[in-house]
């Protein structure tokens, strides 16, 4: 692969210099300019993104999407890796359903799709799977989760929390104590009792998560909260955290920017789990994403065809698109509002999810001898969202909102898989 | 007509008046008007409910219009056909209003405004969210009972309870809108399980003990709920029996109201559960009153909406 110069990019601290690529590494930072030269003036460039938190939806729902749409619409947004989750069917519980979901994300060739497995057989919460396995399959797993169901049995919590330690893993919680939220169709309140629409609780979030960061200190393992929705998950984190428990926790960028009221218009593109909760809450999410509470933003991803959203609020399936958008709602809230810097943008997008789940490659700094897996990024643009864009779904909830920044370039292992705006394959 | 919320005082004071001229076409030999000739009502009822739809199915008559029954039991998915194919394909036969019952909260509201149909919609029943017809003939009961000229008057000053599972009542939800719209008081009363906060919020006053309520209230009127036993199963409350003790209607409870206030009830009851025999069946008990009222009031609106050429009034 012949070299590159990326001439002029803006760096994160804010600093300006020539990026030259060479057989995807980073060669150098500074002033050269080496073979062909990509004026990147006025563009910030940034790690690549990695979102931990993806349904691409294959193998079993490719009417959704398909790990090609879905690593489209990811190199659209600015990503550079994704975290494929569990709950595809066949479910991602052994290592041969792990490692065919690396190959078709390696046979896609836009981001790398790193599986997350299962952490119970079937997602069905009653016996441990084959973590070990998965662990030492080509797809080296060590984030597991149910997500989409919680891990709700303590034992099972307790059991899995300490087997992952054999190989360094993580158990990503999806929070949500099954019997509170039976039947729960959007966040319990007032709104909840005038629109009739079943209440999802906060405390059925914060029980488990106050749960299971107490099962995280007894095992001195990593525990990863996912989508946290409620601001009293943010007050128990922060306690898990004081206490040096070894807990992360991650929020979506609809918990950062939508609340609940949209629910009035009963259309299900708002229906999502955990449920849009109150000005409040994202209000907290906010403050808690800034000063290091919650370390990372993860989409939840969840594309649905149009027929499970086309229907009354209560038929309709759970879950909203989010890979190219993501980061412009991070803008929006780090940046734009003028509480945070692009430094955090990085960490909170790229550095700390690449951590999480130990992916090799990723969220590395831009500097000579990294993979280079790079973000470039107009910050002056704005875009108004109108579609589903790539994702083979189109349930986009940020439809009619114009949002800040728009991704001009991706590069994935030194390959733009996204110039001026264009998925390249 | 989604929910009674998007009508003004004025509008829901309107519809009860023209229910009063309707009312005196159902006195008459021949019920019947030409207003709705040729047009077509669709029932679209996804819930068992012999009542309501009846209503509606009289009413329309009663204006010469062409009824339709379509029942579906249980949701549209079991069913295997969307709530947006089946309303099309019924729309596709020439509806020019649909009257829709069903168990989505909400799907009133979708039908009407997600561009699935052009034709009119009414709800009539959605859910745990409303039931705007019942609010309105609750409504046309009590100014019909407790006014001596009830035309063009609201409900100002009437103080009216409403007990039992508030949280899971559509028709709870409605009448609290609709009385507070009007003017009334309204006072809730129920286990603490089955009365959400929210609802709370927008009363006058709330009891968890439907004693308690009696010797502090000064109702008008007392309007019970029907108990459904999947809620005690549930664990909302505990039997059968602790339920009719704490806020069953009965005889020596009656006696504590003011002379003359009224007992109402949606339907179907169940007799000894959230009311007894005595008073069910008391002069003073208003039950089949509601359900006549329900035509002249559902004529109302079908007349508003389909002879006035108003489109979701």
């Known amino acids: 692969m012949p070299s590159y110069t990326l001439q002029g990019a803006t760096l994160q601290d804010g600093s300006v210099a020539n990026i030259v690529v060479t057989d995807g590494l980073i060669q150098q930072v500074g002033n050269d300019a080496v073979g062909e030269i990509v004026d990147v003036a006025g563009l910030v460039a940034l790690p690549g993104f990695v979102d931990l938190h993806t349904h691409l939806r294959e193998p079993g729902f490719e009417q959704s999407e398909t790990i090609l749409t879905g690593s489209r619409a990811a190199a659209l947004g600015g990503f550079t890796a994704v975290h494929a989750m569990a709950n595809t069917v066949p479910v991602q519980d052994s290592a041969g359903v792990v490692e065919q979901v690396l190959a078709l994300g390696a046979e896609a060739g836009l981001v790398q799709v790193q599986p997350v497995g299962a952490v119970t057989l079937g997602l069905e919460g009653k016996q441990l799977a084959e973590l070990g396995a998965m662990a030492q399959s080509k797809a080296k797993v060590r984030m597991f989760s149910d997500d989409g169901k919680c891990v709700s049995d303590a034992l099972l919590m307790r059991r899995a929390l300490t087997y992952v330690k054999n190989f360094d893993g993580v158990i990503a919680q999806h929070a949500q104590e099954p019997r509170l939220t039976e039947n729960s169709q959007m966040n319990e309140g007032a709104l909840s009792a005038e629109l009739g629409l079943g209440g999802w609780p906060a405390v059925a979030e914060e029980s488990i998560i106050a749960r299971d960061v107490l099962l995280a200190e007894a095992t001195g393992s990593r525990l990863h909260i996912c989508h946290l929705s409620t601001s009293g998950s943010v007050d128990v984190i922060r306690w898990a955290k004081a206490k040096g428990i070894k807990v992360t926790a991650e929020v979506t960028p609809h918990h950062l920017l939508l609340t609940e009221e949209l629910a009035r218009s009963y259309d299900p593109v708002y229906k999502v789990n955990p449920p849009l909760r109150t000005s409040k809450d994202v209000e907290a999410l906010r403050e808690a994403l800034i000063d290091g509470t919650i370390d990372i933003i993860a989409t939840d991803h969840a594309p649905h065809p149009t027929e499970a959203k086309d229907c009354e609020w209560s038929a309709a399936a759970f879950g909203m698109l989010g890979l190219e958008t993501a980061a412009s709602i991070a803008q929006e809230v780090l940046i734009v509002s003028g509480k945070s810097d692009w430094n955090r943008l990085v960490e909170v997008m790229s550095s700390a999810p690449a951590a999480i789940s130990g992916i090799d490659g990723q969220g590395q700094r831009i500097e000579a001898g990294a993979v280079a897996n790079i973000v470039l990024i107009d910050p002056k643009a704005t875009r108004s969202i109108v579609d589903g864009g790539a994702s083979k779904s189109n349930n986009q909830p940020f439809r009619g909102l114009t949002l800040p920044g728009r991704v001009v370039h991706t590069i994935y292992r030194g390959e733009f898989s996204v110039r001026n705006s264009v998925v390249t394959k | ?313």
């Open chain 2, 1 to 313: 007509m989604i929910s009674v919320a998007d009508l003004s005082r004025e509008e829901a004071i309107a519809l009860l008046d023209t229910a009063a001229e309707m009312a005196e076409v159902n006195e008459r030999e021949i019920k019947k008007l030409p207003s709705l000739r040729g047009k077509t009502v669709v029932n679209l009822f996804f819930e068992d409910s012999t009542r309501t739809r009846n209503s509606f199915e009289v009413a329309a008559k009663r204006l010469s219009a062409d009824v339709l029954n379509f029942t579906a039991k249980g949701s549209s998915v079991s069913k295997g056909e969307s709530l947006k194919d089946t309303a099309q394909t019924l729309e596709a036969m020439g509806a020019d209003v649909v009257v829709i019952r069903h168990p989505a909260s909400g799907a009133a509201q979708a039908l009407a405004t997600r561009g699935w149909i052009k034709s009119a919609v009414i709800n009539a029943g959605d859910g745990t969210h409303e039931h705007p017809t019942q609010a309105l003939l609750d409504a046309y009961t009590l100014r019909d009972n407790l006014h001596d000229n009830p035309q063009g008057k609201g409900l100002d000053g009437i103080s009216v309870a409403i007990v039992g599972d508030i949280a899971h009542s559509r028709v709870a939800r409605s009448n609290i809108i609709l009385l507070k719209k009007l003017g009334a008081k309204v006072t809730l009363v129920g286990p603490a399980t089955l009365i959400p906060g929210g609802l709370s919020a927008q009363v006058d006053a709330t009891f968890f003990s439907l004693d308690d309520a009696i010797d502090n209230g000064d109702f008008d009127a007392v309007m019970m709920l029907r108990v459904q036993l999947e809620r005690m199963n549930a664990s909302f409350f505990p039997s059968e029996r602790e339920y009719a003790k704490i806020w069953g209607f009965n005889s020596e409870r009656h006696t504590r109201l003011k002379p003359g206030a009224l007992i109402m009830h949606p339907g179907p009851m169940n007799r000894g559960l959230e009311i007894d025999a005595a008073s069910a069946d008391h002069e003073n008990s208003v039950i089949l009153q509601q359900v006549s009222n329900g035509v002249s009031v559902r004529m109302a609106v079908l007349f508003h909406l389909l002879a006035q050429g108003e489109t979701n009034a």
